[in-house]
Structures are given as C-alpha cells and as structure tokens.
C-alpha cells in the first residue's frame, strides 16, 4: 500500500515536472521507467501502471501553465498558446489556465463516466471510422479555409504548413512535433510579443469561486468535444488538437470556451489511449504504451486501477495547477516580459538542437516564418493546423 | 516583414525538400525471424531486436525475407503515426 501511495506521489511530481519544462515529454519519463524496470525488481507492475497513469494526467493540467504564460506549448495544449496569450495581455492569464483545468478535469470525468459504453463499441467501430476520418479532415481544412475574409492568404498559409508537415515527417529527425509546433504556434506568437514590445499589465488572480462559467455555451462545448474526442483518440495521426478544430466548427466556440474545450480534450485522449489499448490493443500515447510493455496484457482490472489513478492525480493535479499558476502570474507582472521572452526563445533553441538536432532547427525557424506570416496576414492560426491534417489525410487515403 | 516571413518559409520548405533527398536515410540492420501480413499491403517484419510494420513497393514475396539478413532504410522521422513506418529500401545481405 505504501508503496502504490509513493508511485502515486512520484507521478505527480514527474508530471508536474514535464508540464512546466517545455521540450520534456512524458514519453520521455515514460520510456525511461520502462527500460529501467525490469532491472528494478522492487517496483511492481502495479505501481509502475500508477505512476505513469498519475504522470500523464498531471502532465495534461500542468502543461498549460507554460503555453499560457510563457508561449511555450507542448503537443497537447500548443492551441491554447493564442487565445490564452490574448487573455494574458488582458490581465488574465490565472482565468485561462482555470478555463483549461476545468476543461481537463470535466474531461477525466466524462472519460470514465461513457467509458462502459465505448468499451463495448470501440472494436465494432473503429474500422468504420478508419474509413470515414480522411474525408471529415478534408471538410474541416476546405471549412477552415473558406471561413477567412481573406481567402488567397489562408489557402498559401494552409498549403504551406502542410508541405512542412509532410516534410517534417518524412525527414530522420527525433521529436519532430517539438520544433514543428513550437515554432508555428510558440515561438512565432512570442517573436510578436517582443517586436510589439508588450507590456504586461497586473495580473488578475481570481479564485474558483469567482469564476463564473457560462453554463449554455460550456454545455454546449463539453457535449461537442465529449462526442467528438473519443471518436477521435481511437484513430493513428488524430490528436487532441485536430478533435478541438472539429468540434470548434460543431459549436462555434468564443475563446474562453475554446480553451476549455483544448482542456477537455487533451484529458479525453489520454484516458481513452488506456481503453483503445484495453479494447483494440493500440496504444495511442507514450504512456499507454509504456503500460503495454510493461504489463504486456492490459486486464479489466489494471483498467480500474489505472482510472482510480487518473480521477484522483486529477483532483490532486488540479489543485497543484491552481497553486503553480497563481507564482506564474506574479512572477509575469514581477519580471520584465521582454526578458522572459527572449529567455524562452533561447530556451527553445536550445532545446530543438538537444533534442532534435539541426534538421529540427530548420524546421523551427521555417514554422516561426509560417506562424508570423499568418499573424501578418490577419487570418486564423487554425489553419497552420494543416501541418498535422494534410499528413494525417495522405496517411489515411493511402493506407 | 510580411513578405520577408512568407518568402524564409518558402526556402525553409525547400531546404526541408532538399534534406529529405540529401540526407542518407537510418539503417536497421538485423535477420529477419519472422514475416507475417497484418493486413493489405502491410507486412511485420520481426527481428531480433525489432519489430517493423511496413508497406513494400510492388509485389514483393516478403515471406522470402525469413532467415535473410537485411538493412533496412528508414525515411521517416519518429512518425505521428504509430501503426508503422515509411522504409525507403531494404537491401538484401546475405543470400538466403
């Protein structure tokens, strides 16, 4: 028992570690674990499937903290980079990060809540969304596009992002996601923050209860994402991302409720990478997959377990977020935003090259040209998007 | 600045072009102990150390591979999708 409380423990802190150091991936603690276990022979199976199950959610809520307020996403949460910077600029950097762990934490809920159901369907259909996803992208690109006033710019800036999507993935680079989206949405949004010379005004500190939710309109997005995201988790090459720019165009969110909505997101596809490696043997995330190797079969009971797991480090991790966020917004208003700005940008740098060596450089600064050609241009960063969609569609209309 | 950012995107996706054609792809090199057909056009080629789902060029019989050692050439970066990856050339070693 007291060994399950350390693992649950350690998990959080490894995933509060992850969510606030941009560039280090769950994956990475993840992978690590795995391949030191078998010569750890102290740890169980058990308690390894709890640190990784308390890690990843963790992860999810902590990782918005540094999209929000320093401009530096990870994979799971680069589309609240914009509209949580918009907010911060306004003083309300604590209100977005409350939006997206509401989201996060209304999206454990939800995942455990329909997981009966989807345990049950997900092998009836997983092949006949297989078959259906490449037309419902190429509807969600053409809409993105033709939703602009400007047309001409947001097909180049759409066809752009996805030759550099294509060429991204089709180069021997390691973590191409990393310099791929930290220059389209991160590095682009903070290279315009400092030639604009943003000044940061008072951060406002609200507490939970002076948040008051817009019940219709949060309905309304939580019913779009909750349908929309599992459907999508199940699929290779679809992320939390692509599923929030789908049901974007389903509810037609204003940005609040689209941050929320990236929340929910992200913490739907974790929870449901477990069930598609229960239901159909594919692990969807790093951490699903760490779990197969680790437990080689995935029982009814270690899928208990791993959810007991995930609903309490969400509590935990939602509360830590509160925490963590509030010492981000006084450090903000505190520092000089300029300089925490160049800070991260080097920072940035320096991690691609660590990590994804000079090709990754190349895409960086290419994704950076691509993010303020869109500002620029006054269209959508949406459709930058394309650097995922265009790839995922040549992979679904080919196979 | 607008012009500027839309024409170092341009040459950053030609340079990006220009790597994938220049740059030698990864090699995997091992014996292959088992072959199966996962599903059309997709083959799980199982070594001792690796396992690779891929799709060959034309029609290859892929079972002939088992026993042989072959280096693989691997195009790709660390895919998105994680069902298999893009092999540019396998080149046969030894003789079976």
């Known amino acids: 028992m007291i060994e399950i409380l350390i693992a649950f423990i350690l998990g959080i802190l490894a995933g509060t570690f992850t969510g606030l150091a941009p560039g280090i991936h769950i994956n990475l603690v993840a992978s690590f674990l795995v391949s030191i276990a078998p010569k750890l022979e102290i740890i169980s199976p058990t308690s390894a499937v709890i640190f990784i199950s308390s890690m990843s959610i963790t992860h999810i809520f902590i990782d918005f903290i540094p999209s929000i307020y320093l401009g530096a996403p990870e994979e799971d949460s680069f589309l609240t980079v914009l509209p949580g910077h918009e907010m911060l600029k306004q003083g309300s950097g604590h209100e977005a990060v409350i939006y997206a762990i509401i989201g996060a934490f209304s999206g454990v809920i939800v995942s455990i809540l329909i997981s009966p159901i989807f345990i049950q369907i997900i092998p009836a259909i997983y092949s006949l969304i297989y078959s259906i996803i490449p037309y419902v992208l190429i509807f969600v690109s053409f809409f993105l596009i033709f939703r602009e006033d400007s047309v001409l710019p947001a097909i180049v800036g759409f066809l752009l992002a996805g030759f550099l999507g294509l060429a991204t993935f089709h180069l021997p680079v390691k973590n191409p996601l990393l310099p791929l989206l930290t220059g389209l949405f991160g590095l682009s949004t903070i290279f315009l923050s400092m030639k604009q010379k943003t000044s940061m005004p008072k951060q406002l500190k609200p507490r939970l209860s002076d948040i008051k939710l817009d019940k219709k309109p949060i309905i309304k997005a939580l019913l779009s994402i909750s349908f929309i995201a599992p459907f999508c988790s199940i699929l290779p090459g679809i992320g939390s991302s692509q599923a929030t720019i789908i049901a974007t165009e389903v509810s037609r969110n204003e940005r609040k409720e689209f941050i929320f909505m990236q929340g929910c997101a992200s913490a739907i596809f974790m929870v449901f990478s477990f069930i598609t490696l229960y239901t159909i043997n594919k692990a969807r995330s790093g951490s699903a997959s760490a779990i197969n190797e680790l437990l080689q079969s995935i029982s009814f009971s270690s899928i208990i377990v791993i959810f007991v797991a995930c609903l309490l480090a969400s509590i935990v991790a939602f509360f830590l977020a509160l925490k963590v966020s509030k010492q981000f917004s006084l450090l903000v208003e505190k520092v000089n935003y300029s300089k925490i700005s160049l800070f991260i940008c080097i920072f940035l740098f320096i991690i691609t090259i660590a990590f994804s060596s000079w090709i990754g450089v190349v895409i960086l600064l290419t994704g950076t040209c691509l993010g303020i050609y869109t500002s620029l241009s006054n269209i959508k960063k949406s459709n930058l998007m394309a650097a995922l969609i265009v790839p995922a569609i040549i992979y679904y209309l080919t196979n | ?96």
């Open chain 2, 1 to 96: 600045m607008h012009r500027i950012s839309l024409l170092l995107s341009i040459l950053g996706i030609f340079i990006l072009l220009a790597l994938y054609f220049l740059i030698p792809a990864q090699t995997i090199t091992g014996q292959i102990t088992h072959v199966s057909q996962v599903k059309k056009d997709i083959y799980k080629l199982e070594m001792y150390n690796q396992t690779i789902y891929f799709k060959p060029n034309g029609n290859k019989n892929m079972i002939n591979l088992v026993n042989r050692t072959v280096s693989i050439h691997i195009s790709s970066s660390e895919s998105q999708f994680p069902d298999y990856i893009y092999v540019k050339k396998i080149i046969y070693n030894q003789k079976k």
